[in-house]
């Protein structure tokens, strides 16, 4: 009977005001950093990459830096709620602000080349690390892979938003890293952009559908119960799907619709924020009771990742349209 | 017997709210809604006397029909937002606690337990428990050997239990380990919490299945409903409206539909013509003695209350009480054992957070043949999450702790877990309702309640707590101690296929005055080894069809 003293639960050392705020400073610091190694070198030594490279390896950055501060600001307030009770739950943020600076920064300055790989090779390994951990919390429960533990266990795509982003982010140097070897006098440079988009939209085609199997298993919890919730499970997948058809078989004609999918994929992000914010007014008290409901209502961060992934197929469309261009 | 502490709450209790055309809104805090009005003069189509789970579901599809409704209930008409406190004492106000006169060998105790007195009925306070009947227990006495057949097809039943269940977005699991597949629950399952999930170590380590229980509160938004914050007090009232009570669920349906509610109403006698036809009710509102006249009379006021209505409301033509020609009124009343086991564990348990039960096995239901089964009928048990009052209540009164003991034991409150039992008792004619000598404030009868299990009733609990006990052990639990006690009742005005045994025929209508409905609780042939409070509504909601359609066929 020596436990019935200590019934006291003991309570975080933080309040979710400290770990958002400790987040935002965290994305602001990240997103300092990488905007301040973005701006172009003016002693260059390498020619700059063709325009059309350097745009869309831009883009994919950006989508992942995207992806990046999703991950930031979300795992902050979900590992937060799980009381960041391992301590390698608090690499999950970290990394993604590691990431969200990589991603921003611009590669094209040789001495920053392989500290930015690094950014984001870490992020794909925290990320995949990350996957361990949710597959054992959700494995250790009784009831193992069962639909309860799928549905409230650590969730098991959330870390997979970090691998996306350090996937883009590795990514992303494929149009970059080729266009620097390029001399404006090779007549063939721009066909290589046909190979490069492909691999690009079938990395982003990818993502999308594993973006899509993650917010299919959280609004089916939710029993789906507004119909403005099956819009990111219909969406994302018919982009994905016109982003996979490039890949396999760039046909011009499909491309309009592809584009077309993806920026409302890109606009569905930005909606889905609002469609979040209005839910945790839905719960008990709503905002006014924000820091219990912004943990237990639908997480804000969390829709804008496909606004980062969307970028990054439109980027890789881009390029699979410059290839058919001729050279300057 | 109650103590209000808010203003609001009190005023409830005293002064009727649905009135002047208005309505409490039970989606606000001191808000109302339009309520249309009938004159007592008035010949309503449904005088319905009750309104939880038979009145309050038969009032909104009736209504909705296009039926004239009135509804009266002896209870307040609360608003939960802002009438329901977190105190144990104080929701009290939520149980029929009126004086009734319990004996047989195992009197019951009445009151948190089996009744409810407000708008809603019994499912402000219920335990959201959604549990279906096994199909083979409607016929019982056919195909299993005991009990009595109800007049009803499982399959008909399945089909209205998936209408009740979707009215009320019952929170469930994706599969259900025991009978016959069951479509999809509305909503997802909630998170099991930590009591639950020593019921799943136990099951898991005695090789038996467990599921997520179907829960009446709401896993994501439903209408003005927020999902449910878990924060244990369901029992005693819930005050987020996250639980899909009939007064969220089919109240406010009822009266968009046309329906009047009529709170603080308490209904005395059912009156009948030269023909023995009803032609109203006598009820009791605002200080004097009124009659509500009305075509047809239905009487939803749940195993004591209906029959004790009727049997006050004998006439020259109907001698022995209304609808008792059979002389069935009143008997044939069951209750759930309500048996448990309890032990203490090393790990934090906080067994209060989220729903009561939220974790069930209902093994024992499905199982016919079992060396070790020596009884009739099945039981189910669920992990338990007791408040603190209650569950010293139960301590004291089970097993005598008092003083330095209690104390020790409630000191161990966050660190228990408990399995309990629904356990099915047998339909015995001796245990009944009858009128009592004594009359309550408005000059009425009290019930007298008579109780006593069966040999079956006792080994049927006895095995549930040899099995309980091992599983409680398997999970963990040390110090592992019973107690007992009853829960819902079922009965005692059954409905059946003849006149000779049974008070109401398969539609919930009385063989003996036509126009004259029973549609509660009280109809249950038998009582199964489950919750009721689905099977009372998918019958009432079948029930309200069956209406519709002797209507249509001019045979009302």
């Known amino acids: 009977m020596a436990h019935v003293s200590n019934t006291r639960r003991t309570t975080s050392r933080f309040a979710l005001g400290d770990v958002l705020a400790v987040a935002g400073l965290g994305l602001a610091a990240a997103v300092v950093i990488g905007a301040r190694a973005r701006r172009p070198s003016v002693r260059a030594k390498t020619v700059p990459a063709a325009p059309e490279a350097a745009l869309a390896a831009r883009r994919v950055r950006d989508g992942a830096a995207i992806l990046g501060a999703s991950v930031l600001l979300d795992s902050a307030m979900e590992h937060y709620r799980g009381r960041f009770h391992n301590a390698a739950m608090y690499l999950a943020p970290a990394t993604a602000a590691i990431s969200i600076a990589a991603a921003l920064a611009e590669p094209r300055r040789e001495r920053l080349e392989t500290p930015l790989r690094i950014g984001h090779a870490l992020a794909l390994t925290v990320g995949f690390a990350g996957l361990g951990f949710h597959v054992y919390n959700v494995a250790k429960r009784p009831g193992g892979f069962s639909w309860n533990n799928l549905f409230y266990a650590a969730p098991l795509g959330a870390p997979g938003a970090l691998v996306l982003s350090g996937l883009l982010g590795l990514a992303s140097e494929a149009p970059t890293g080729l266009g620097r070897e390029r001399h404006r006098d090779d007549e063939h440079w721009t066909e290589r952009y046909g190979e490069e988009g492909r691999f690009l939209a079938a990395v982003a085609g990818a993502s999308l559908l594993a973006e899509t199997a993650e917010v299919w298993l959280l609004h089916f919890r939710g029993a789906f119960h507004n119909p403005a919730m099956y819009l990111p499970v219909s969406l994302p997948p018919a982009a994905a799907a016109s982003l996979l058809a490039q890949a396999i078989a760039p046909r011009r004609g499909s491309r309009a619709f592809a584009r077309l999918s993806l920026r409302a994929t890109a606009v569905l992000g930005f909606a889905g924020t609002g469609f979040h914010i209005y839910g945790v007014q839905r719960n008990m008290g709503g905002w006014r009771n924000w820091h219990q409901n912004a943990l237990a209502g639908p997480p804000t961060p969390a829709p804008i990742s496909f606004t980062g992934l969307a970028l990054a197929g439109l980027a890789a469309l881009d390029l699979i349209d410059a290839a058919g261009k001729p050279n300057r | ?556």
């Open chain 2, 1 to 556: 017997m109650t103590r209000p502490v808010g203003a609001a709450s009190h005023g409830a209790e005293v002064r009727p709210r649905a009135q002047g055309g208005r309505a409490p809104d039970v989606f606000s805090r001191d808000g109302t809604v339009a309520m249309r009005e009938f004159r007592d003069s008035d010949a309503v189509d449904f005088a319905i006397v009750g309104t939880g789970c038979g009145g309050g579901v038969l009032a909104a599809k009736l209504a909705e029909a296009g039926f004239s409704v009135v509804a009266l209930d002896a209870g307040p008409f609360w608003r939960p937002l802002a009438d329901f406190a977190s105190d144990e004492r104080e929701q009290d106000k939520l149980y029929w606690l009126d004086e009734r006169v319990s004996g047989g060998e195992d009197a019951i105790e009445l009151g948190s337990n089996n009744s409810g007195r407000c708008i809603g009925g019994t499912t402000v306070h219920f335990q959201m428990v959604s549990l279906r009947f096994r199909p083979e227990w409607f016929k019982a006495r056919t195909k299993l050997g005991y009990g009595f057949d109800w007049p009803v097809d499982w399959r008909t039943m399945w089909r209205y239990y998936a209408e009740v269940e979707n009215a009320c977005k019952i929170s469930g699991p994706i599969s259900y380990p025991w009978g016959p597949p069951r479509g999809r629950y509305p909503y997802r399952a909630h998170e099991v919490n930590a009591a639950g999930l020593v019921l799943a170590r136990g099951a898991e380590a005695l090789g038996v299945a467990w599921a997520p229980t179907p829960l009446c509160t709401v896993s994501a938004p439903h209408g003005k409903s927020p999902p449910c914050v878990y924060r244990g007090l369901c029992k005693i009232g819930c005050s987020t409206n996250a639980k899909q009570s009939v007064l969220i669920a089919f109240i406010p349906r009822a009266l968009a539909a046309g329906a009047e509610m009529r709170d603080l109403a308490m209904v005395g006698r059912v009156e009948t013509d030269g023909n023995g036809r009803a032609t109203g009710v006598h009820y009791h509102r605002s200080g004097e003695w009124r009659f509500q006249r009305a075509r047809n009379v239905v009487v939803s006021g749940y195993s004591i209350e209906t029959p004790r209505l009727l049997l006050n409301s004998a006439s020259p033509q109907h001698p022995d009480g209304l609808a008792n020609s059979s002389g069935a009124v009143g008997r044939y009343l069951m209750v759930h054992s309500n048996h448990a086991v309890w032990g203490e564990f090393d790990e934090e348990i906080r067994w209060y957070k989220g729903p009561p039960s939220m974790a069930c096995c209902e093994h024992w239901n499905y199982v016919d043949d079992h060396p070790t089964k020596d009884f009739f009928g099945g039981y189910s048990f669920m992990s338990q999450g007791p408040l603190p009052t209650d569950f010293a209540t139960s301590m004291v009164t089970n097993s005598g702790v008092f003083g330095m003991d209690l104390r020790r034991r409630m000191a161990n409150y966050n660190r228990m877990a408990g399995l309990k039992i629904v356990g099915e008792t047998q339909p015995q004619a001796e245990n009944r309702v009858t009128l009592a000598d004594e009359a309550d404030e408005f000059g009425i009868p009290r019930a007298h309640v008579a109780f006593s299990y069966c040999d079956n009733d006792k080994r049927l609990y006895r095995h549930s707590l040899t099995f309980m006990r091992r599983m409680l052990a398997a999970a963990g639990g040390r110090n592992i101690f019973e107690t007992e006690s009853t829960a819902h009742l079922m009965g005692g005005c059954r409905m059946g296929l003849s006149p000779d045994d049974s008070v109401t025929d398969a539609d919930g209508r009385t063989w003996d005055v036509p126009n004259l409905f029973v549609c509660d609780g009280s109809l249950m042939p038998t009582a199964s080894g489950v919750n009721p409070a689905m099977t009372i509504m998918a019958n009432s909601a079948r029930i309200a069809d069956r209406i519709k359609a002797l209507a249509a066929a001019g045979d009302l």
